[in-house]
């Protein structure tokens, strides 16, 4: 096991902040118009007031990108950039947190599909002797487990020493981390649960995944999501950035108040190096190559339906029910919709649908003050799904 003795201080400013998610900033500014070619129809005039709303709450900017069956319709607030004052634009590249964890998953389950592993054998399996100490055993984990987060293997994001939010956390945005001596960190901890027992988020049980996926292929994550889901799709404007810091263009900016105790209008935290989040929230993205990638995984084009009803099964976890790395929310008239929300330093983004994939949204906030609740996501959503009276 590697060693892990000032960097576990050090990843103590970059976890804590992880760990955590969503802001808000003060800019108050009216809903953009949709670009051209865009439909820009009035049944979204809740959606644009909830997302007006997130902007006098504190958000600096909000973009929406949804698809109604054949009609698309993409509407911004804010600004994406406090300094020059630009507003968002639907072409924007950001951060999409643990929505990476949808991607990860499809990547084990596809495996499963050709039969070359069941997410019903141990961990150990496909890592033996990775998964031990202190009380952690691979022997009795399986990797459905870590999938829907019941694992009970410490997160190393949640380890006391990585829990210092504060500026001194500015100074470590740019430490490149392995996989080994983050699960060095998570096997430095006792388990939070026994195997099996019950639902406890950790940003580990994926970077585990990763590995497998790698143990059994021979090769790297990024090359496998690359090769099986981003090509395929033609998802051209996403991309598993590594250590790369800078956003490709066009972006706007992200700004943090919660995760460094700043007051509005909060940080730019825009460039950092996500190497420690890997295959549990490093990816770059856009909407529409978030709502495509949903579309297609809810559709059954990336998966047989086997593996798809698996990935829907779900276990209990307070406010929403996860499955294997996807999220089942219900809204406050009761509609059933999938996806994953995703927060991290100075942003906050959801990806939704209904189950058939007809009527999908992305959501992105480039603030963390509002993630504690997710109350501005959660109204949005409830603005474009539910019935209009």
């Given at each position: 096991m590697l060693m892990m003795t000032g960097r576990i201080r050090a990843l103590a400013h970059v976890a804590a902040a992880l760990a955590t998610a969503l802001l808000p900033i003060p800019v108050s500014a009216p809903a953009a118009a949709a670009p051209a070619g865009v439909d820009d129809r009035p049944g979204h005039a809740r959606t644009r007031a909830a997302m007006e709303r997130a902007v006098r709450d504190g958000a600096p900017g909000v973009?929406?990108?949804v698809v109604d069956g054949k009609n698309r319709w993409t509407g911004t607030a804010g600004v994406a950039d406090r300094d020059t004052k630009r507003p968002p634009r639907s072409a924007d590249h950001f951060r999409v947190g643990s929505i990476t964890k949808t991607f990860t998953a499809?990547?084990?389950?596809?495996?499963?599909?050709?039969?070359?592993?069941?997410?019903?054998?141990?961990?150990?399996t496909w890592l033996p002797g990775l998964v031990r100490g202190n009380g952690h055993d691979g022997r009795r984990i399986t990797v459905r487990q870590l999938l829907n987060h019941t694992s009970g293997v410490y997160n190393y994001l949640n380890d006391p020493a990585l829990h210092q939010i504060g500026p001194v956390w500015l100074q470590h945005l740019h430490e490149t981390w392995t996989p080994g001596e983050l699960l060095a960190v998570a096997m430095s901890k006792p388990?939070?649960?026994?195997?099996?027992?019950?639902?406890?988020y950790s940003n580990t049980n994926y970077l585990l995944a990763a590995l497998i996926v790698e143990r059994i292929t021979g090769n790297s994550y990024e090359h496998e999501l690359h090769r099986r889901i981003i090509a395929p799709?033609?998802?051209?404007?996403?991309?598993?950035?590594g250590t790369r810091e800078l956003l490709p263009q066009p972006s706007g900016r992200a700004y943090?108040?919660?995760?460094?105790?700043?007051?509005?209008?909060?940080?730019?935290?825009?460039?950092?190096?996500?190497?420690?989040?890997?295959?549990?929230?490093?990816?770059?993205?856009?909407?529409?190559?978030?709502?495509?990638?949903?579309?297609?995984?809810?559709?059954?084009?990336?998966?047989?339906?086997a593996q798809l009803r698996e990935?829907?099964?779900?276990?209990?976890?307070?406010?929403?029910?996860?499955?294997?790395?996807?999220?089942?929310?219900?809204?406050?008239?009761?509609?059933e919709l999938w996806g994953q929300r995703g927060?991290?330093?100075?942003?906050?983004?959801?990806?939704?649908?209904?189950?058939?994939?007809?009527?999908?949204?992305?959501?992105?906030?480039?603030?963390?003050?509002?993630?504690?609740?997710?109350?501005?996501?959660?109204?949005?959503t409830d603005a474009e799904f539910c019935p209009r009276s």
């Amino acid at each position: 096991m590697l060693m892990m003795t000032g960097r576990i201080r050090a990843l103590a400013h970059v976890a804590a902040a992880l760990a955590t998610a969503l802001l808000p900033i003060p800019v108050s500014a009216p809903a953009a118009a949709a670009p051209a070619g865009v439909d820009d129809r009035p049944g979204h005039a809740r959606t644009r007031a909830a997302m007006e709303r997130a902007v006098r709450d504190g958000a600096p900017g909000v973009l929406v990108t949804v698809v109604d069956g054949k009609n698309r319709w993409t509407g911004t607030a804010g600004v994406a950039d406090r300094d020059t004052k630009r507003p968002p634009r639907s072409a924007d590249h950001f951060r999409v947190g643990s929505i990476t964890k949808t991607f990860t998953a499809t990547l084990v389950l596809q495996l499963e599909a050709e039969g070359r592993l069941s997410i019903d054998d141990t961990v150990e399996t496909w890592l033996p002797g990775l998964v031990r100490g202190n009380g952690h055993d691979g022997r009795r984990i399986t990797v459905r487990q870590l999938l829907n987060h019941t694992s009970g293997v410490y997160n190393y994001l949640n380890d006391p020493a990585l829990h210092q939010i504060g500026p001194v956390w500015l100074q470590h945005l740019h430490e490149t981390w392995t996989p080994g001596e983050l699960l060095a960190v998570a096997m430095s901890k006792p388990p939070a649960a026994a195997p099996g027992a019950r639902f406890v988020y950790s940003n580990t049980n994926y970077l585990l995944a990763a590995l497998i996926v790698e143990r059994i292929t021979g090769n790297s994550y990024e090359h496998e999501l690359h090769r099986r889901i981003i090509a395929p799709l033609r998802l051209r404007e996403t991309s598993a950035p590594g250590t790369r810091e800078l956003l490709p263009q066009p972006s706007g900016r992200a700004y943090s108040t919660a995760q460094i105790q700043a007051p509005l209008p909060g940080v730019d935290v825009t460039e950092f190096d996500a190497s420690p989040l890997r295959a549990s929230g490093e990816l770059i993205s856009t909407a529409d190559d978030l709502n495509r990638f949903y579309g297609a995984l809810l559709a059954g084009r990336l998966l047989p339906r086997a593996q798809l009803r698996e990935m829907t099964r779900t276990v209990s976890a307070g406010t929403d029910n996860h499955g294997l790395g996807l999220s089942r929310m219900t809204t406050s008239c009761g509609i059933e919709l999938w996806g994953q929300r995703g927060g991290g330093y100075g942003f906050e983004a959801l990806t939704i649908s209904t189950r058939d994939a007809r009527h999908r949204m992305t959501v992105y906030f480039n603030t963390d003050h509002l993630a504690p609740e997710g109350a501005s996501a959660r109204e949005v959503t409830d603005a474009e799904f539910c019935p209009r009276s």
